[in-house]
């Protein structure tokens, strides 16, 4: 809300209204005036007001008081009477502020005087200064200085601080007028921001240790004159280098798509300029000044690439559960695999130089690590396999390409490869492979009988993404459907099962990345007969359930332009 400070002398009041920084506050000097029992601070906090300060010069005979601000206000000083004063204070508004002075010849009844404290003009000035090179001159604790001047020339008083500041001091045409000054123990740098407030100047540094001393119009004039004319040179130079002969050339593009490529010169080109595309030789036609054809061409060339290309290998293995530990597997890689110390009997082997974050561990086996060769775990191919059981504690295998080796599978009948394809893709699109049967669904309704058709089939689809240091992210998602005929519905359709899996996953060029715990349950009827008396009412049909888990093995590896 508003503050309104009343203020009463014993005589009539001459004073001098202005403005100060840091902090903000609103500053009024009565001269030939004494203190009487005003206290030194009264605590106020009333709108924009904080409190306010008193101080009295003796010497010069001044009283001050300090209107100290919590943010930026317009104020309103009305004269009431000869000796009395009242200060109204509001939040500010947009206007410019406004710096007043009050003088005993001009003083009557109805004399009202408006300004507004610190905002916009001081805002600027002080935005200029802090971007002067040499703003330390007018900064800090500086020396203190007293002055007494009566009728006093402004040129010469500004003479005055350039020998005791020690800076060079240029002063503008338009700063003139005389200054009555009384100030003692003051900082010489205060001194002079308050004589350029009082008098609406502002300062410029140029170099090191110049400083020109100008009207606040002056300067906003002259900076505005700057822009115009930094404004003016852009413009004349863009139309200097559009005003050139124009130029055709037709640039063909091999890899990108021609409509995308189009799109991003359409900054680059002048008013008078053009790009046409031309579909059929999928090549683009560059009309425009040399300048600016030279621009499309090089952005062209940086758009332009060869989009990299993955080579994607992978296993798909269907392993029956009993088969690991009948005949067991061998897994192994083409590559040396590095000897270390420990076996396959629980004690934990790293071999850190073929496997990324890996360890091979034992569940109980008693397989030896010297039969491993270069396979990750073996447990055996013969009768005489034991129980035990190596777990691949990593979904990433690095080092080399992935040899899936298992043994018997096909003659047991209890695991095979369902698929092992290689496919090339590019970055960024989908490479998909799928195996498969389609089967006939026959349904039957008030319209007849129909036949629809299900795909019942294994797929791998993959889409790798090569980054900036030649690692590879894969979207990767594998899917088998298949069709169980032990469970038909009542038409004789059998259902369809289905095993999916998606993952995302960061591998480095050539490793290997693997995906178990797909498992498919298959219940079979199994009947058994004896010659001849096979008819004889026994029970001879048996149910048997076979577990069989899924393994996915997937290998990326960037192809190199040769």
């Not at 999928?282 to 061409?297: E, G, H, P, Q």
């Amino acid at each position: 809300g508003e503050a309104v400070i009343a203020i009463k002398a014993s005589d009539s009041i001459q004073y001098t209204a202005f403005k100060l920084l840091n902090p903000l506050r609103l500053v009024l000097d009565f001269s030939n005036m004494k203190k009487g029992q005003l206290s030194d601070s009264l605590s106020v906090h009333q709108g924009v007001v904080d409190n306010i300060r008193a101080l009295y010069f003796q010497e010069a005979n001044v009283l001050r008081m300090e209107v100290v601000l919590n943010q930026a206000a317009d104020y309103d000083i009305q004269k009431v009477t000869s000796n009395q004063l009242t200060i109204h204070l509001n939040q500010a508004k947009t206007q410019l502020a406004q710096i007043q002075e009050s003088d005993e010849s001009t003083e009557n009844s109805s004399e009202t005087e408006s300004g507004s404290a610190p905002n916009t003009d001081m805002a600027e000035q002080a935005s200029i200064k802090t971007n002067d090179p040499c703003d330390a001159l007018l900064e800090g604790n500086k020396d203190k200085i007293n002055l007494n001047f009566q009728g006093a020339s402004l040129q010469n008083i500004f003479r005055i601080f350039s020998e005791i500041s020690g800076f060079n001091l240029i002063i503008a045409d338009g700063v003139s007028g005389r200054v009555n000054i009384r100030l003692y123990d003051v900082p010489w740098n205060r001194a002079f921001e308050i004589l350029l407030e009082n008098n609406r100047l502002g300062v410029r540094c140029i170099g090191d240790n110049i400083v020109r001393v100008a009207t606040l119009d002056a300067m906003a004039s002259e900076a505005a004159a700057r822009t115009a004319a930094k404004r003016q040179a852009a413009l004349e130079k863009i139309a200097a280098a559009n005003s050139g002969e124009l130029v055709t050339e037709v640039k063909r593009v091999n890899y990108g798509l021609i409509t995308d490529v189009s799109a991003n010169l359409g900054s680059l080109t002048s008013e008078r300029g053009r790009v046409t595309v031309d579909a059929r030789t999928n090549s683009l036609i560059l009309t425009d000044v040399r300048a600016n054809v030279d621009k499309m061409l090089d952005l062209i060339a940086i758009l332009d690439v060869k989009t990299q290309q993955v080579m994607i290998k992978s296993r798909i293995v269907q392993v029956s559960k009993n088969f690991f530990q009948e005949l067991g597997i061998q897994w192994g890689l083409t590559g040396n695999l590095d000897t270390h110390s420990g076996d396959l009997d629980g004690t934990a082997t790293t071999p850190d130089t073929f496997l990324k974050q890996a360890e091979i561990l034992s569940l109980g086996g008693q397989s030896s690590a010297a039969g491993l060769g270069q396979f990750l775990f073996n447990l055996g191919t013969t009768s005489t396999a034991t129980s035990g059981i190596g777990f691949l504690a990593s979904n990433v295998i690095g080092g080399s390409d992935l040899d899936l080796q298992l043994s018997a599978l096909e003659a047991t009948g209890r695991g095979r490869v369902l698929l092992a394809p290689k496919v090339t893709t590019m970055d960024k699109r989908e490479a998909q492979i799928s195996s498969g049967r389609t089967i006939p669904f026959e349904t039957t309704s008030a319209n007849g009988t129909s036949t629809s058709f299900v795909d019942a089939e294994l797929s791998l689809t993959v889409t790798p993404h090569v980054t900036s240091d030649e690692n590879i992210f894969m979207q990767i998602q594998a899917t088998k459907n298949a069709a169980d005929f032990s469970n038909q519905d009542s038409n004789g359709n059998p259902t369809i099962t289905t095993n999916e899996a998606r993952w995302e996953v960061i591998v480095q060029n050539g490793d290997t990345t693997v995906l178990g715990g797909i498992f498919e349950n298959t219940r079979t009827e199994v009947e058994k007969k004896v010659p001849f008396l096979s008819d004889i009412p026994i029970q001879n049909m048996n149910d048997q359930d076979t577990v069989a888990e899924l393994f996915i093995f997937v290998t990326p590896t960037i192809i190199k332009d040769r």
